[in-house]
């Protein structure tokens, strides 16, 4: 199973380190949050103008959000902020690098 199929109906997705949107415009959701450092990457992500997407600066080592997610995805994380986000965000299910993370269920590869 690919990312866009892992996620499919998204429901309410939070994106770190987001970049510049690639991703959101890839997949479906109810609603779409991105945040990432640079911006450069925001004002680009903006530039695209996905239907119910918003993107916002912010550095997420420093930042937190009382918000449950269906879905937290962090494409580009080392073991120090997977345990940031795992600790301080709150999601159904959380999408670190290439491996599911389903809170006191499972963990599993994603296909390239």
Same mark, same amino acid.
Request: aromatic share 10%; hydrophobic share 40%; charged share 20%.
């Given at each position: 199973?690919? +990312?866009?199929? *892992?996620?499919?109906? =998204? =429901? $309410?997705?939070?994106? +770190?380190?987001?970049?510049? =949107? /690639? +991703?959101? @415009?890839?997949?479906?959701? %109810?609603?779409?949050? =991105?945040?990432?450092?640079? *911006?450069?990457?925001?004002?680009?992500? &903006? @530039?695209? %103008? +996905?239907?119910?997407?918003?993107?916002? *600066? @912010?550095?997420?080592?420093?930042? %937190?959000?009382?918000?449950?997610?269906?879905?937290?995805? @962090?494409?580009?994380?080392?073991?120090?902020? &997977?345990?940031?986000?795992?600790?301080? /965000?709150?999601?159904?299910?959380?999408?670190?690098?290439?491996?599911?993370?389903?809170?006191?269920?499972?963990?599993?590869?994603? $296909?390239?």
């Amino acid at each position: 199973m690919n +990312l866009p199929e *892992l996620i499919g109906q =998204g =429901g $309410k997705v939070v994106e +770190l380190n987001c970049g510049n =949107g /690639w +991703l959101a @415009a890839l997949i479906d959701y %109810q609603s779409y949050t =991105g945040y990432d450092s640079s *911006l450069e990457n925001i004002l680009a992500a &903006k @530039a695209r %103008q +996905l239907p119910e997407a918003e993107f916002s *600066l @912010a550095d997420v080592m420093r930042f %937190q959000s009382d918000e449950n997610y269906d879905t937290l995805i @962090a494409l580009v994380v080392d073991e120090n902020i &997977k345990l940031h986000i795992m600790r301080f /965000w709150s999601a159904t299910r959380f999408i670190f690098n290439n491996h599911v993370h389903i809170p006191g269920e499972v963990r599993y590869d994603i $296909k390239p």
